[in-house]
């Protein structure tokens, strides 16, 4: 059963947001009480299942995921199904780890791996680490939408000129190759840096290049 859901539409679904997935109640109330008395807000679930079909807002997060499950162990979900459900941090803490078990869940991504009983600021501090991860990890990810959005609002000319300037072009050959004149040129240019919120070339380079890769790939 989910315990401290997020309200939609609250204000609160702003906060950071820890996921905990344990067949324990105890452990879940526990764990639960810890995160709120620093100010987090928690969704707790006793199965993969009910975390699955659970909303997830996008706000910074991270999930404590339990080593033994009812059904598919948290290793085999760290595998599989949370891959294309999940993109912040796990933290693994379980009672029945082993160096194999860590090496494993390390080498799959997970951000740490702990052991029950826990020492309860080393968890806050890791869970606080993870959030702090996550959350640039969603302002890059914003970043990277808001360029995007700006790139595709140029007009088909503006692209075609940006992109020949990203390539390190002068105005002179892009007019050429383009059948331009100069001046025109210069025009589409000046008109997409600035809808592109960049000030130089570098700039320009840093923002968009990673996002028109990205497109190509």
Not at 54 to 69: Q, Y
Not at 87 to 103: H, K, N, Q, S, W
Not at 124 to 153: C, H, P, W
Request: proline letters at 4%.
């Amino acid at each position: 059963m989910k315990e401290d859901a997020v309200r939609p539409g609250t204000g609160s679904a702003l906060r950071p947001l820890v996921y905990v997935i344990d067949d324990d109640p105890s452990v879940r109330g526990g764990l639960s009480s810890l995160f709120r008395s620093v100010g987090l807000q928690v969704n707790a679930f006793e199965s993969a299942d009910e975390f699955l079909a659970a909303p997830l807002p996008e706000v910074p997060s991270c999930l404590i995921l339990d080593i033994r499950l009812r059904g598919a162990s948290g290793l085999a979900l760290q595998q599989e199904s949370f891959r294309k459900r999940i993109r912040f941090p796990i933290v693994f803490l379980t009672g029945y780890g082993d160096i194999e078990m860590a090496t494993k869940a390390m080498k799959a991504g997970a951000f740490d791996f702990m052991t029950k009983p826990y020492k309860e600021q080393t968890l806050i501090d890791t869970v606080t680490a993870a959030l702090v991860k996550d959350e640039e990890a969603l302002r890059k990810q914003k970043a990277a939408a808001d360029i995007r959005k700006d790139y595709e609002a140029l007009t088909r000319r503006e692209q075609e000129v940006i992109r020949l300037v990203m390539d390190g072009l002068l105005n002179k050959v892009i007019a050429d190759r383009l059948g331009l004149s100069e001046v025109t040129v210069k025009i589409h240019r000046g008109r997409a840096m600035h809808k592109l919120h960049a000030r130089s070339v570098a700039e320009l380079v840093k923002k968009l290049g990673p996002v028109l890769e990205e497109g190509s790939g």
